[in-house]
């Protein structure tokens, strides 16, 4: 389902109008990124595809800028940019624009809602850069300044922000594009995967590739495999017996323990120097030698 968000009005935000003074043809070195550019993961194909437009048919619509020192900055055009350097462009066509940075966010959000949307992972990214530049003081603001007029959504997508990025990138290139309900799911899923197995990013980012990206699973899926696999893991660790007998030293830290299963008596045992473990397994000898004369 479609995220719902707030409308925005660039003419509101103090966007300037189109004149012709503002329609300029920039040197590509000149470029530079937006610093809270609304897309974060971008597809290869998409790159190469939007190459093989500007060789075909030309630059069709500007990029949007804005003027920051002797550079200029790309609020809008990512993807143009980037398939003019792949085919060796010197220069692109944009537009110059007036905004706030405060606004970066924001209108490049909306802008690739008019071209292709941002994925949920391209929101929770834009999200994290603001509150880290500490543009937004809780929230309420930092929903505002990114469009989102979900206020519940704001905490679930900065904890999107602590997948593995190697997962993150998988599932943002995902067609059909993630919805929030199952990026969140994957999240919480993610968190029991971290808790109780081994290699857990190895395991996750597996399960991304081959459920939620190949299988396309939904929310649902994720939740049981995630209840399972807790239940599972609780289980084991509930019928794990306790040691029979296990040693400490002075700090707290365990030196071993004994273990006795059925008749079967075991034992794992850090002494503190050599001449005291010969002393420790001279008197196990002896007492299992004992039992073996009997």
């Known amino acids: 389902m479609k995220q719902k968000r707030a409308a925005i009005s660039l003419s509101g935000m103090g966007v ?166 199952v990026a969140y799911e994957s999240y919480l899923l993610w968190k029991v995967i971290k808790e109780k197995l081994p290699d857990p990013e190895d395991f996750f980012v597996n399960y991304c590739q081959s459920n939620i990206v190949n299988k396309l699973a939904g929310r649902n899926i994720i939740e049981a495999y995630k209840n399972k696999l807790n239940s599972s893991r609780n289980s084991q660790k509930q019928s794990k017996p306790a040691p029979y007998k296990e040693y400490f030293n002075s700090k707290n830290k365990s030196r071993g323990k004994l273990d006795i299963s059925g008749l079967n008596v075991s034992m794992k045992y850090t002494a503190t120097d050599q001449e005291q473990a010969k002393k420790i397994a001279d008197a196990i000898n002896k007492i299992i030698e004992e039992d073996n004369n009997v």
């Open 16 to 181: 300037n109008k189109k004149n012709n003074a503002n329609l300029l043809s920039i040197e590509i070195d000149k470029l530079v990124e937006n610093p809270y550019n609304a897309r974060f993961y971008y597809d290869p194909n998409e790159i190469v595809n939007r190459a093989e437009s500007l060789k075909e048919n030309g630059q069709i619509s500007r990029i949007i800028v804005v003027k920051h020192n002797n550079k200029y900055i790309v609020i809008d055009g990512h993807y143009r940019w980037k398939a003019a350097i792949s085919i060796g462009w010197k220069k692109i066509d944009a537009e110059l624009k007036d905004i706030d940075e405060k606004d970066y966010f924001k209108i490049s959000r909306a802008a690739n809602d008019d071209h292709q949307s941002n994925t949920v992972f391209d929101i929770a990214r834009g999200l994290k850069l603001i509150k880290e530049k500490k543009l937004a003081k809780n929230n309420d603001e930092l929903a505002v300044l990114a469009g989102e007029s979900n206020r519940a959504n704001i905490s679930k997508l900065l904890q999107l922000n602590e997948l593995p990025q190697a997962a993150a990138n998988i599932l943002a290139l995902r067609k059909p594009k993630v919805a929030m309900t």
